[in-house]
């Protein structure tokens, strides 16, 4: 039996290697050109595979996806049902992903965002002390593998932290609210916002025009989830009108993001190329291995994407 690779993205030699370290008995192809018997696979290791590729091969256990979201794989109509879709939780990409908040998270906590433009203006200046960070309101829209980390981490800086959730959560130090019910009230007391949610149909656009009203004037917004949670004209028209003060994106309702998008050029946007936590083999491979060998051995693998919710 063997394990089948397919990404438009990502180094199937690292991956080989990577993987070869944890399970050396293992026979590795990559799709499509060294597929060979489609009844060899047992596992797949996908990251935005064609549609109906996986429907292929009729012995797989488990898909495993090559990075923490899933809607890669749950948008093919021609996913093979009855196969578990197992997620990426890695302790290198959950790391790096809280790296990348606590940065924007102090960059516009400390005033970086308008000290960058009083540079573009050859101005020298000092604004005012800001406030201690236990002032500071930092919100994180989802509190799973990753928002959970870095809730905690700017917790245990002394930042004054919310997280909001579709189930409730107990996080020490992190204010939690749960469900659509308790969206706005928790926007509304935000100086910072965060958006780490999976993109699924709930959360495609919600931070929409009424959702940008909901936080306060002069608030930052950083969008690590996914582009399509954000409306972006009607971010475009929030950072225009000065309600949003500044807006870190690393995704985009395309990407790569094209030449003349708005976003490049806004004197408010900061954008990233999609990397706040990029998938790294050597800290992954271990967590599919050591799922494979459950799997080997009769137990489920974990966690599981739920087809019905999306995530
Ligand atoms: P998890 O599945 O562990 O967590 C998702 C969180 O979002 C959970 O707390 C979940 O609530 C919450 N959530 C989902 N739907 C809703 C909803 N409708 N209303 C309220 N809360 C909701 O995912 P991860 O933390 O591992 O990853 C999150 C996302 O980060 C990924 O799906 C991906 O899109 C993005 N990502 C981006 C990267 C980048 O480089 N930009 C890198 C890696 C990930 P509950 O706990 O109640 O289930
Ligand atoms: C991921 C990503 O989901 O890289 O892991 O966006």
Redesign the pocket.
């Given at each position: 039996m063997a394990i089948l690779f397919t990404s438009k993205d990502d180094d199937p030699d690292a991956w080989r290697a990577a993987l070869a370290a944890e399970l050396p008995d293992e026979e590795f192809r990559v799709w499509p050109d060294e597929t060979g018997d489609p009844a060899d696979m047992e596992f797949a290791l996908a990251w935005g595979p064609k549609r109906g590729v996986l429907a292929r091969f009729p012995n797989l256990r488990a898909i495993f996806s090559l990075?923490?979201?899933?809607?890669h794989l749950f948008r093919d109509p021609d996913l093979p049902a009855g196969v578990p879709i197992v997620?990426l939780?890695d302790p290198g990409?959950t790391l790096r992903?809280t790296e990348y908040v606590v940065h924007w998270v102090l960059h516009f906590h400390r005033g970086f965002h308008a000290y960058a433009a009083m540079e573009r203006r050859r101005e020298w200046g000092r604004l005012p002390v800001p406030p201690p960070p236990e002032r500071r309101r930092v919100g994180i829209?989802?509190?799973?593998?990753?928002?959970?980390d870095a809730a905690e981490t700017l917790a245990a800086l002394g930042f004054d932290v919310s997280g909001?959730?579709?189930?409730p959560?107990h996080l020490d130090g992190v204010r939690c609210f749960t469900?659509?019910d308790a969206?706005h009230a928790f926007l509304s007391e935000l100086d910072i916002a965060v958006c780490?949610?999976?993109?699924?149909e709930?959360?495609r656009g919600?931070l929409d025009r009424r959702a940008l009203a909901a936080l306060p004037r002069g608030a930052c917004l950083i969008n690590?989830?996914?582009g399509p949670q954000v409306v972006e004209k009607d971010l475009l028209n929030a950072l225009d009108t000065g309600h949003l003060d500044a807006a870190t994106l690393?995704?985009f309702e395309i990407e790569p993001l094209c030449d003349d998008h708005p976003f490049w050029t806004h004197p408010r946007v900061i954008v990233t190329p999609?990397?706040?936590?990029?998938t790294s083999p050597s800290t992954a491979a271990p967590e599919i291995a050591a799922n494979i060998q459950r799997v080997r051995a009769g137990e489920a693998p974990f966690?599981i994407?739920e087809r019905l919710?999306g995530?």
């Open positions: 990075g923490a979201g899933v809607e997620r939780v990409l992903m829209l989802g509190l799973g593998a990753l928002g959970r909001w959730s579709r189930s959560k469900g659509a969206f780490l949610l999976p993109l699924t709930e959360t919600i690590a989830g996914r690393d995704v999609h990397i706040a936590s990029q966690p994407a919710r995530y």
